[in-house]
């Protein structure tokens, strides 16, 4: 049965299991009955003689195999899968992992304590240091996959290279790169699960690849070669360069950062440090054995460690509101242990004055860094203010035109964050998607949904909530959210489902409005604000994770224009209550009981109907 067009009832009988021959509604179909005409001037619409609830067959496409594209999965396996929907999942690299597959450089961690950076759903206990590893988190999720069985939903080395909206089938058309074919596919539904990260990028300095040495990527990382002895340059002073360096300063004979940028280093290992509060563990932050040993043995003791973090990541929210007492507390603390680990002597005074920035902390991504400020310490360690000119066969040309030799340059210089797809995604009208946001600021809706491209859904799109709390959560309830398209989509005879224009730039103008009184609009160089200083912020929502998960729960269905399928005489009505039917559920007629309402008590009734409150 063709997707685009309403079943009939042969086609429900077939999607369904057969009910026993003694249904009341099985023993003559509805619509046979005699009727009496009434008649409606000039109307084209005939009732659709299938239930409330019928479900036409969908194919969906989701792109990127990273902790979006995996909640996607998850959510496919447990409640579409029997839904009468294709799921597929085409992922570029040959395994699962995203970021954390492709970031293998030393020192690589996620700076959000682990606990937190598990599902919400999927704890595990196994976690032995409060941060994470990039491979411990790769680990976790095979487990997760593993554990769902959805690694049969993914096709590895299948890049999309093209997406375009086609308005006569009302279907993404997909060009899929396979080896050395590419191939057509086309799905009903377009998610894009790639994320931001997702596309690292060398350095815009004159004559890179004419480098004769070691030249390297943090995200391009090369785990065979050996360090030790090399005179090393790192280019770089965001969250990836200020952990490689102190990681690579024992192995090299001499090493020089350049840096162009100030930054606040953490007093701590990560953003959300440690308090005494936490479980005990010892001073490199691995968790004490019998602290692991509780956790394998009671799981509601990681729970609540988890619940802690949660709130205390909230809490430490409210320094990013630039006035705040939170936020002049959090200056004086980071320039305190900053100036203290640096020391008195000429060199960490002269660090201390380069390094530490006057803009507010959290306007650049915070930045832990264990070891890094007493890395740059070391006599045969160097950093140098905004001094490349150009690289040299040899290494480095300084702008005094000095020549430095070096045997590896490492680049951790970070990915493209301009939102900018890294394929032609062409919508409804012809509208692309990259020329839209290179002629205006990338915007979205919640980060899921754009103007001009119907049924095609993002995650992690612009204005995200990527450093408000739980990045996690926050990708789960997108998820969920999709869910909840989709399954309207489905079942209420919906051709094309597309945000509107108005909607998101209403929403668009309260999202800036919002973060003008935040840290993110000070003068810093950032990737939130496409690596400007005066830019747009373009990452970042406006509030908390958890104020995210509340706005989206409940689908505002007014924002979307709707265009419904063809039905009625020779497919001349686009009745919009089509789906509606012919009085009957779709339980009803497969003769399921109906007796689920019959409950114990009010609480019991109200739970089968309507969402709890959870944030009120």
């Not at 739980?470 to 597309?498: H, P």
């Amino acid at each position: 049965m063709a997707p685009g067009v309403l079943a009939t009832d042969s086609q429900l009988e077939a999607q369904d299991a057969s009910p026993p021959s003694s249904s009341p509604l099985k023993s003559q179909a509805i619509h046979s009955l005699p009727m009496q005409a009434v008649p409606r001037a000039d109307s084209d619409y005939l009732i659709n003689e299938l239930p409330l609830r019928s479900r036409r067959p969908l194919r969906v496409v989701c792109m990127g195999a990273g902790y979006s594209g995996l909640m996607m999965s998850i959510i496919h396996s447990e409640r579409m899968k029997h839904k009468n929907i294709d799921f597929v999942m085409y992922e570029r690299n040959a395994d699962l992992g995203g970021t954390w597959l492709e970031n293998r450089y030393p020192g690589c961690q996620c700076d959000i304590p682990a606990h937190s950076y598990a599902y919400s759903f999927e704890q595990n206990p196994e976690w032995p240091n409060y941060y994470a590893t990039s491979k411990r988190i790769f680990e976790y999720m095979k487990k997760v996959t593993a554990k769902y069985k959805v690694d049969q939903y993914m096709k590895f080395e299948h890049e999309i290279k093209g997406a375009t909206w086609d308005e006569h089938s009302a279907k993404w058309k997909l060009k899929v790169r396979h080896g050395d074919t590419i191939f057509d596919d086309e799905c009903d539904i377009f998610i894009n699960a790639g994320g931001v990260l997702n596309a690292w990028k060398w350095p815009n300095i004159p004559g890179l690849h004419d480098f004769k040495g070691k030249l390297l990527h943090s995200a391009h990382w090369d785990e065979t070669y050996d360090f030790k002895g090399k005179k090393v340059a790192v280019i770089g002073i965001g969250s990836s360069g200020i952990q490689l360096v102190p990681k690579l300063v024992p192995l090299a004979s001499q090493l020089t950062t350049f840096v162009r940028s100030q930054t606040w280093v953490s007093p701590a290992p990560g953003i959300n440090e440690p308090t005494e509060n936490d479980p005990e563990m010892d001073d490199k932050y691995n968790y004490a054995p019998e602290v692991l040993e509780k956790f394998k043995k009671d799981p509601k003791s990681v729970q609540d460690h988890r619940r802690s973090l949660a709130n205390r990541r909230i809490q430490n929210f409210q320094r990013t509101w630039a006035a705040s007492d939170v936020q002049k507390k959090a200056q004086e603390l980071f320039a305190r242990t900053m100036k203290e680990r640096l020391g008195d002597s000429p060199k960490g005074k002269r660090l201390a004055q380069i390094l530490l920035p006057s803009y507010p902390v959290g306007c650049r991504r915070q930045t832990p860094g264990p070891g890094y400020l007493e890395a740059l310490l070391e006599p045969h360690v160097d950093l140098r203010w905004d001094d490349i000119a150009s690289i040299t066969e040899k290494g480095i040309m300084t702008k005094s035109g000095e020549e430095l030799e070096f045997d590896v340059i490492c680049c951790a210089t970070g990915f493209d964050t301009s939102f900018r797809p890294q394929f032609p995604i062409v919508g409804r009208d012809s509208v692309s998607l990259a020329q839209k946001w290179d002629e205006g600021a990338p915007e979205a809706y919640f980060g899921i949904a754009i103007p001009d491209f119907p049924n095609y859904f993002t995650f992690i799109g612009p204005n995200s909530p990527i450093s408000n709390g739980s990045l996690v959560q926050a990708i789960q309830m997108t998820g969920v959210y999709i869910y909840k398209c989709i399954d309207k989509f489905q079942t209420e005879s919906i051709r094309s489902l597309e945000v509107s224009a108005t909607a998101c730039d209403d929403y668009n103008e309260h999202v800036q409005e919002y973060l003008k009184r935040t840290v993110w609009v000070q003068n810093c160089r950032s990737w939130y604000k496409r690596g400007t200083t005066e830019g747009q912020v373009v990452a970042i929502y406006a509030g908390t994770s958890f104020h995210f998960i509340e706005a989206i729960r409940n689908p505002r269905w007014e924002d979307f224009n709707l265009d419904y399928l063809p039905c009625g005489k020779e497919g001349r009505s686009r009745n919009r209550f089509a789906y509606l039917g012919d009085g009957f559920t779709a339980g009803e007629r497969k003769n399921k009981s109906v007796g689920a309402t019959q409950t114990m008590n009010f609480d019991e009734y109200w739970s089968l109907l309507v969402l709890p409150d959870i944030f009120e």
